[in-house]
């Protein structure tokens, strides 16, 4: 039976109960789902706002936030399916945001990249090595990004290490590498003998032989008298003479006798210099040269013998060519240069010049008569501006490939952008043929060859000298031959440069390890780190690795092995911890300040305690957490509270150096007089009122603000100003603008941040009804005597100033200086005036005369020379002495080149000043004009009304800096200075320690709004600011200017139907947009280039001037506008054809029917519409134009620079690239915070000029509706 369809289907309860049961599981899973979610982004907003990124912290609290509202809110359904990406958006454009703004408020830069907490742990892993340590010499050793290794060779012993990270110490033995070095002599338990009693007992009055390797053999050891000892030995030792006898060659060398146990060793040098080390049981050892296991030093003779041309080694030495060095060649340095200097290798079409290793494409060109020319440009370089060129028997030719007068006189045309000339002359450009192999060029200086050559090899080995040339570094090596039994041949390379990261030894032996500068290429998966970059990355790297980075983890403290960071290059054991940091004083203990460095650190708990508790710990060093600047400053104990004495006593008054375990409790209850070496401490007394601790029996003086010194005369601390004076006891009050106590009797000079001291000045002296005495509070950036100054006086009818000595004689239009009249003339400045200047008494007297062709008054003996531009002194000519008219004797003598030089105008004028080029100032004090030489300056000083006199007197003064806590100041020391710490801030004070070397890095905190008070304050931004800010708004307005009428004016004439090819037009036009902007400017920059950009090349051509694009500011505002309208055009041009496809058509019907011609269609009706939809887009290409940095890099850099600018700053620079300069381009790093600053003002800036332009474009709109 069926059931029917009412049957069939589900009841409402039923399908009620599952959409229930469908729903409750729904929601089950939602709350889970935002349950883990939530739960998630509280642990990752609790990690960042403790790693001090509150930032991205709340981005990350409103996404999550974000997410529980879309669920819950039925109204937010639909953004559910949206939510990732809303998430992704408020990350990507909110966080940036911010980022910037929560960065204006920091003082994140470089040293301040981490929180607190991260700062603490980079310095916490920190270790040192004690001043007497065991040293090394290390090698850094590679073994992947993070991984290095150290081969150590002990300083004293010359015993080997290797360290690894994680691995016990590893003892080398440098015979398990198959050779020896050279060792120490008093290594392996020898010592040296300083008196010879105990070889003279191992004698026993006879002659001793001793037995060594060879090539020594035996040793004959006699009392003295070594000629005359009857032995076969070749070597004799003279005990009590301390020499040894060489009876092959008959000379005599001092001898260093080495003992161990009842053996004896020796070391010299002999008659060439070469040394010797010869010690029982082992190999002899020749100046530095290896001991090889199974290898004999071999004569040159070997490798003739076995026709070797050629060694091939492992990398980085390679193949070494064997070739003959000419000694001709070697110069007054001892370096030798290879001949030929130049190989040409036609198969490669390489050529190399053997001196400098430099490499050189090279192009053959023959002529009709067989004759071949070279053409030589410098491998791998991006720009070529210079070229090699060798013709037919004539030496080599450097071309400059820019100079087109040079060029087209060899007859050597470029095409655009190429390097390589398809002729020269009468040479056309060809393969070169393998028949000019083996053959030489004739009239190359240096030399010239044409073979086969293996660029590869660097190395040169001259057999016959025993010489070798690595021509990459010039680098000259003596060379050991070695050879073993089965005929294989081993290198020693000795250079004598011991500079690190040079090759300065090598040793290469057959299918072994290269063994460089002493050390394995590679070593225990190692690889060594010979190069500059190699190096610095490791030295950079072993800086800052952790206290245990080398050794096995449980090594003690003792055993480890450390980076000295002072000493580049050197490493020491043991490597202590440096660093504990104390978490409730929020400070770094340094451990190296510590006396008792070995003791057990461990057991104080530092970390919790104060350090000053412990023995040995007074003068420790601390760094203080400054969480208002985010630096760790330095400190030490300064004061410690005596109970005893109810005072502070100043531990800069007692050496800590011999107080052995005294601690701070011991200062603290003990008197002073009980401890030793504190007995003539001295104790200060505080005043907090005054903020300031003074010595015990200094007084405060509250109403006159000052500090007396009443030990001689007590109750001064109530009496007056007056009292105070005439009491005659020492005192300092207080000078508000410097912020200390100083001497009543001082001067403050706030510009100059100096106290002036008047003690023995006398003030009478001054002109007191012309100059105040607050005049002697100038900036004294240079002091200078008044000697120094010049005073003037006008002759206006001549336009000029002449120096209070010279006085104008009117007969003779001359002027004369009377002190150069001799007394004897007896004549008065009034009769100088007026004489006749042919007089004998002016026979010696200085004289001007006025000179008709430069306007100017010159010695007599002057005579200008129009060709010259300048002067020449007749008096120096022999050949026009009683000449009338020297001027043809002149012109023919500088035509032939006898006169070449010539005395500028400005020199031939001194030394009087002319109205046209100088002013003096006019000054009534001195009756007459001031001016100041040349590199003088009174920085502060108005010479109109300053009395030179005055200078004496500031001259004589005494300059105090004014700094706290300067004894030359007061005994006061203030507590803008001190800190009191955390534990036990009671009994002990703290000083800042500017002697402590700084602890890096800092860390980040917020600092207010001290980046935008910076910005306002700092007087770098306020030398161009004002040019470079006009400059941006400038170029922005006419970046848009040019561009917007560029792209419009294409766009009308494209949106004109009888345009014929408007879409293959259209395309060509948009080729700028399509092309990254990035290759447009360099492209561009190339195009401008001075001497092989073909504009300038083209203006040359045609007009015969080179514009200076980069050099000129006009001229490179010029281009910066040209290159910006070729990137902005086409933009514009696709904007306005949409812009103008849109307007209706019968609105210009309308205006023909009523007679409006064309162009008052396009200013009534075309431009107003035209603006309502391209208003918006030109506000942001302005925007954009502002900002344009890109630009300004790659064109210019910012370039020409402004001259006499404080801070860096060029023409072409707007304000991005200006500011940034300032926030990156100084010598304090980068400065994020700073320039984070520097955008939300720029971003103001641009927000208010956008803002207004907003106000036109609703006027556009209004126009727009009315149309």
């Given at each position: 039976m069926s059931a029917t369809g009412q049957e069939a289907r589900p009841s409402k309860e039923g399908r009620a109960f599952s959409n229930q049961r469908t729903t409750t599981v729904s929601s089950v899973l939602m709350l889970l789902g935002l349950m883990l979610l939530n739960a998630f982004g509280l642990v990752i907003v609790y990690s960042l706002?403790?790693?001090?990124?509150?930032?991205?912290?709340?981005?990350?609290?409103?996404?999550?936030?974000?997410?529980?509202?879309?669920?819950?809110?039925?109204?937010?359904?639909?953004?559910?399916?949206?939510?990732?990406?809303?998430?992704?958006?408020?990350?990507?454009?909110?966080?940036?945001?911010?980022?910037?703004?929560?960065?204006?408020?920091?003082?994140?830069?470089?040293?301040?990249?981490?929180?607190?907490?991260?700062?603490?742990?980079?310095?916490?892993?920190?270790?040192?090595?004690?001043?007497?340590?065991?040293?090394?010499?290390?090698?850094?050793?590679?073994?992947?990004?993070?991984?290095?290794?150290?081969?150590?060779?002990?300083?004293?012993?010359?015993?080997?290490?290797?360290?690894?990270?994680?691995?016990?110490?590893?003892?080398?033995?440098?015979?398990?590498?198959?050779?020896?070095?050279?060792?120490?002599?008093?290594?392996?338990?020898?010592?040296?003998?300083?008196?010879?009693?105990?070889?003279?007992?191992?004698?026993?009055?006879?002659?001793?032989e001793l037995e060594f390797a060879e090539p020594v053999g035996l040793i004959a050891v006699a009392l003295s008298?070594?000629?005359?000892?009857?032995?076969?030995?070749?070597?004799?030792?003279?005990?009590?003479?301390?020499?040894?006898?060489?009876?092959?060659?008959?000379?005599?060398?001092?001898?260093?006798?080495?003992?161990?146990?009842?053996?004896?060793?020796?070391?010299?040098?002999?008659?060439?210099?070469?040394?010797?080390?010869?010690?029982?049981?082992?190999?002899?050892?020749?100046?530095?040269?290896?001991?090889?296991?199974?290898?004999?030093?071999?004569?040159?003779?070997?490798?003739?013998?076995?026709?070797?041309?050629?060694?091939?080694?492992?990398?980085?030495?390679?193949?070494?060519?064997?070739?003959?060095?000419?000694?001709?060649?070697?110069?007054?340095?001892?370096?030798?240069?290879?001949?030929?200097?130049?190989?040409?290798?036609?198969?490669?079409?390489?050529?190399i010049n053997q001196r400098n290793a430099r490499v050189y494409d090279t192009t053959y060109f023959e002529n009709e008569a067989g004759d071949f020319a070279l053409w030589l440009t410098e491998s791998g370089l991006r720009r070529i501006n210079r070229a090699l060129l060798i013709l037919p028997g004539q030496n080599i030719r450097e071309i400059d490939v820019g100079n087109r007068r040079v060029m087209d006189t060899l007859g050597i045309r470029l095409?655009?952008?190429?390097?390589?000339?398809?002729?020269?002359?009468?040479?056309?450009?060809?393969?070169?043929?393998?028949?000019?192999?083996?053959?030489?060029?004739?009239?190359?200086?240096?030399?010239?060859?044409?073979?086969?050559?293996?660029?590869?090899?660097?190395?040169?080995?001259?057999?016959?000298?025993?010489l070798a040339i690595d021509y990459r570094t010039g680098l000259i090596y003596e060379v050991a031959i070695f050879q073993s039994e089965d005929g294989a041949f081993a290198l020693w390379l000795d250079s004598d440069t011991r500079e690190r990261g040079r090759l300065s030894t090598v040793l290469a032996r057959p299918d072994e390890t290269m063994f460089l500068n002493g050390t394995p290429a590679d070593f225990r998966g190692f690889t060594l780190a010979l190069g500059d970059r190699e190096r610095a990355e490791a030295v950079a790297f072993l800086q800052d690795i952790e206290v245990d980075y080398f050794g096995a983890p449980d090594d003690p403290p003792n055993e480890r092995i450390g980076i000295i960071p002072a000493q580049l290059g050197r490493a020491g054991q043991p490597y202590f911890l440096r660093y504990i940091f104390n978490d409730i004083e929020q400070a770094f203990v340094d451990l190296s300040t510590v006396e008792a460095a070995g003791m057990?650190?461990?057991?104080?708990?530092?970390?919790?305690?104060?350090?000053?508790?412990?023995?040995?710990?007074?003068?420790?060093?601390?760094?203080?957490?400054?969480?208002?600047?985010?630096?760790?400053?330095?400190?030490?104990?300064?004061?410690?509270?005596?109970?005893?004495?109810?005072?502070?006593?100043?531990l800069n008054s007692v050496s800590l150096v011999n107080v052995g375990d005294v601690t701070g409790p011991d200062i603290a209850t003990r008197p002073p007089g009980s401890i030793p070496g504190f007995g003539g401490a001295t104790l200060f007394n505080?005043?907090?009122?005054?903020?300031?601790?003074?010595?015990?029996?200094?007084?405060?003086?509250?109403?006159?603000?000052?500090?007396?010194?009443?030990?001689?005369?007590?109750?001064?601390?109530?009496?007056?100003?007056?009292?105070?004076?005439?009491?005659?006891?020492?005192?300092?009050?207080?000078?508000?603008?410097?912020g200390i106590y100083a001497p009543s009797e001082w001067v403050y000079n706030e510009a100059g941040g100096q106290f002036i001291t008047l003690s023995g000045v006398d003030i009478d002296a001054l002109d007191l009804e012309g100059i105040e005495l607050t005049d002697l509070e100038l900036p004294l950036i240079d002091l200078l005597t008044s000697d120094q100054l010049t005073v003037y006086q006008r002759f206006a009818d001549q336009g000029v100033y002449a120096p209070q000595n010279w006085v104008f004689n009117a007969q003779a239009n001359a002027f004369v200086n009377i002190d150069s009249i001799p007394p004897s003339a007896e004549i008065s400045t009034e009769e100088a005036a007026t004489a006749d200047l042919s007089d004998e008494a002016f026979a010696r007297a200085a004289i001007l005369y006025f000179d008709d062709a430069t306007n100017s008054y010159v010695p007599a003996d002057y005579f200008w020379v129009e060709t010259l531009e300048g002067y020449v002194d007749l008096s120096r000519i022999d050949a026009v002495e009683g000449v009338e008219d020297p001027a043809p004797i002149v012109d023919q003598l500088v035509e032939e080149g006898v006169i070449v030089t010539a005395f500028a105008l400005s020199v031939a004028r001194e030394p009087l000043l002319y109205h046209d080029t100088t002013r003096p100032t006019r000054n009534d004090k001195v009756d007459g004009y001031i001016y100041l030489a040349d590199g003088i300056r009174i920085d502060g000083v108005d010479l109109a009304t300053f009395n030179p006199d005055t200078i004496d007197i500031i001259a004589s003064a005494t300059l105090v800096r004014n700094q706290f806590n300067s004894i030359r100041i007061s005994p006061l020391v203030y507590e803008e200075t001190l800190r009191r710490p955390q534990i036990d801030g009671e009994r002990y004070v703290l000083a800042l320690d500017s002697s402590a070397p700084t602890l890096n890095?800092?860390?980040?905190?917020?600092i207010g709004l001290l980046n935008f008070q910076r910005l306002i304050d700092d007087p770098r931004l306020y030398g161009p600011l004002l040019d470079i800010f006009v400059w941006t708004v400038t170029f922005a307005l006419l970046s848009v200017f040019m561009t917007f009428v560029a792209g419009l004016f294409m766009a009308i004439i494209l949106n004109d139907d009888g345009i014929p090819g408007k879409k293959i037009i259209r395309s060509l036009l948009i080729i700028p947009y399509a092309i990254p902007g990035v290759i447009g400017i360099i492209v561009w920059q190339g195009m401008l280039n001075q001497n092989l950009g073909i504009i300038t090349n083209t203006f040359a051509d045609l007009f015969g001037v080179r514009p200076q694009w980069f050099t000129d500011p006009t001229l490179a505002k010029t281009a910066i506008l040209l290159v910006n309208l070729w990137l902005g055009y086409p933009y514009m041009m696709l904007i306005c054809s949409g812009a103008l496809q849109a307007i209706p058509s019968d609105v210009y019907e309308a205006a023909a029917v009523d007679g409006a011609r064309v162009f008052q269609r396009f200013w009534n009706i075309t431009l107003p519409l035209l603006l309502v939809t391209v208003g918006p887009l030109l506000i942001a290409s302005f925007t954009f134009n502002f900002n344009n940095y890109l630009l300004i890099e790659l064109l210019t850099q910012g370039n020409p620079p402004i001259p006499n600018t404080p801070t860096p700053a060029g023409y072409t620079d707007i304000l991005i690239s200006y500011t940034y300069n300032l926030a990156f381009g100084t010598d304090r790093g980068a400065q994020y915070g700073y320039a984070s600053a520097i955008t939300i003002v720029i971003f103001a800036l641009v927000a208010v000029v956008t803002m207004i332009q907003f106000r036109f474009t609703r006027q556009w709109e209004e126009v727009g509706e009315n149309v």
């Open positions: 706002l403790r790693e001090g990124e509150p930032g991205l912290g709340l981005v990350i609290a409103i996404v999550t936030i974000g997410f529980n509202l879309i669920m819950f809110i039925p109204r937010l359904y639909p953004l559910r399916w949206m939510s990732p990406g809303l998430a992704l958006m408020t990350m990507l454009v909110i966080y940036p945001v911010i980022y910037t703004v929560q960065n204006a408020f920091t003082n994140y830069g470089d040293g301040h990249l981490f929180g607190k907490s991260q700062a603490v742990r980079l310095i916490a892993d920190r270790g040192y090595v004690p001043d007497d340590a065991r040293t090394f010499t290390y090698t850094p050793y590679r073994g992947g990004e993070d991984d290095f290794a150290l081969w150590l060779v002990d300083d004293r012993t010359g015993e080997v290490i290797f360290a690894e990270q994680g691995e016990p110490l590893r003892e080398i033995d440098l015979s398990d590498f198959g050779f020896t070095m050279p060792p120490v002599a008093t290594s392996g338990g020898f010592t040296r003998l300083d008196q010879p009693g105990p070889l003279i007992g191992a004698l026993g009055g006879q002659t001793l008298a070594p000629e005359n000892v009857e032995t076969s030995a070749r070597y004799v030792v003279a005990a009590t003479q301390g020499i040894i006898y060489d009876r092959e060659t008959e000379s005599t060398a001092p001898v260093t006798v080495l003992q161990r146990g009842d053996e004896f060793g020796f070391a010299w040098d002999a008659e060439d210099g070469t040394s010797y080390l010869a010690r029982p049981d082992e190999p002899i050892y020749i100046g530095r040269l290896p001991v090889i296991d199974g290898f004999e030093r071999v004569g040159i003779e070997a490798i003739a013998e076995a026709g070797i041309t050629s060694f091939s080694f492992d990398a980085p030495v390679g193949q070494i060519r064997i070739e003959p060095i000419d000694p001709a060649t070697q110069d007054s340095f001892g370096i030798y240069a290879l001949t030929p200097q130049y190989v040409f290798d036609p198969i490669q079409s390489l050529t095409s655009a952008g190429a390097f390589i000339p398809d002729r020269i002359g009468a040479f056309n450009r060809v393969p070169a043929p393998e028949d000019i192999l083996d053959s030489t060029l004739e009239g190359v200086a240096a030399g010239f060859a044409i073979r086969e050559f293996d660029f590869n090899a660097a190395f040169v080995l001259d057999v016959e000298q025993e057990n650190i461990s057991a104080l708990n530092l970390e919790e305690e104060t350090p000053y508790n412990a023995p040995g710990f007074l003068g420790v060093v601390q760094y203080l957490a400054n969480d208002s600047t985010g630096t760790f400053d330095a400190v030490r104990l300064r004061f410690v509270y005596s109970e005893t004495e109810d005072a502070w006593l100043d505080e005043f907090p009122e005054a903020g300031v601790f003074a010595p015990v029996g200094w007084v405060y003086n509250a109403g006159v603000d000052a500090f007396v010194d009443a030990r001689g005369e007590p109750g001064l601390e109530d009496v007056t100003a007056e009292a105070l004076r005439d009491s005659g006891v020492s005192y300092v009050i207080r000078y508000e603008a410097a890095p800092g860390y980040r905190v917020n």
